[in-house]
């Protein structure tokens, strides 16, 4: 079982399309995960069914007793995040304010606040239209420890990927450089960086390369709407060149890409025959390539 995880340095640039179409040629053969907890929507492309679902807790919350509060305001002077204010003589814990550092219940002169585990989050397991299965997630309002919930995911799609003996596991990743992205890229085979010829485009692939070659893991790189700016383009090309990066495709501007999202589809399955249809497929190939000669360098030197 190998993976590929697809990342971006921003958002906005195709990377879930992409995603989506790499999990539909692939069909059975691939276990798909994503990893873009925050705003997850590759369940929205795959007709995900939500089959099961477990509550993810991580950190924890303030919870004032007000049977055993004497309302001394002792937390509410010594909250340094303000998460504490009072309303009709009671005193209130905020959720979204509260970091769970647990100063306030060892200030309680009544030990009326005590720190239980905070629900961060909830992960699924769907049936997809593919044939095969997602593992995705949705990180809760103001909650954090994006980065936990991404470990969550990844460890569930590799037991699952193993158990079911899935060639691969196809994982989409964060757009960025966060916490949520590192824990993308543990463990990954190869990555696929998406970016796109814009300014911002180009200065977050800088950001996001530099934290893949930190990582020493292998990548190869998809220009998405190259032909807006072909001369940032070329730059572009230029900048992965000298950083090792294969340019594996060059997606032209298309609406196509909205057209098939609004029809909830991978531009794959939306239509097959394009020509952007043609170059991710040629891309997917390319990327097997890549791993398969990966396996053959690794079985190479373990013999020797």
């Known amino acids: ?64 007793d007000n049977e055993e509060c004497l309302s001394c305001g002792a937390c509410l002077r010594g909250c340094k995040f303000e998460a504490i204010t ?47 299965k997602l593992i995705h997630a949705k990180l809760g309002f103001g909650a954090e420890n994006s980065g ?20 691969f596991v196809i994982t989409d990743g964060s757009p960025g450089i966060g916490c949520s992205v590192i824990s993308s890229l543990s463990g990954a085979n190869l990555v696929v960086i998406v970016t796109e010829a814009s300014k911002s485009g180009f200065h977050d692939l800088q950001r996001v390369v530099e934290l893949v070659k930190s990582f020493e893991l292998e990548a190869i790189c998809i220009i998405n709407k190259y032909d807006l700016n072909q001369e940032l383009s070329e730059k572009i090309e230029q900048y992965l060149k000298r950083k ?24 794959i399955e939306f239509d097959k025959d394009c020509e952007i249809s043609n170059l991710i497929n040629e891309s997917w190939n390319e990327i097997k390539w890549t791993i398969r000669r990966q396996d053959n360098e690794n079985s190479f030197y373990s013999n020797k």
């Open 148 to 167: 936990k919930l991404v470990s969550k995911v990844k460890k569930e799609g590799k037991i699952l990927a193993l158990k079911q003996n899935k060639e």
């Open 86 to 132: 009072k309303e009709n003589n009671k005193l209130i814990v905020d959720a979204i304010l509260c970091e769970g550092c647990g100063y306030c219940s060892q200030i309680c002169p009544t030990d009326a606040i005590r720190m239980k585990d905070q629900k961060a989050g909830d992960l699924y397991i769907s049936n997809i239209k593919t044939g095969s």
């Open 1 to 64: 079982m190998r993976e590929i995880v697809i990342i971006s340095g921003k958002g906005g640039t195709g990377k879930s399309s992409i995603s989506a179409s790499f999990a539909y040629l692939e069909k059975s053969n691939a276990l798909i995960t994503d990893c873009d907890v925050d705003a997850a929507n590759l369940h929205l492309l795959l007709d995900a069914d939500f089959e099961e679902s477990e509550e993810f807790y991580s950190g924890k919350l303030a919870v004032i």
């Open 244 to 267: 090792k990066i294969k340019v594996v495709s060059k997606l032209p501007y298309n609406e196509i890409f909205s057209e098939a999202l609004v029809h909830s589809q991978s531009l």
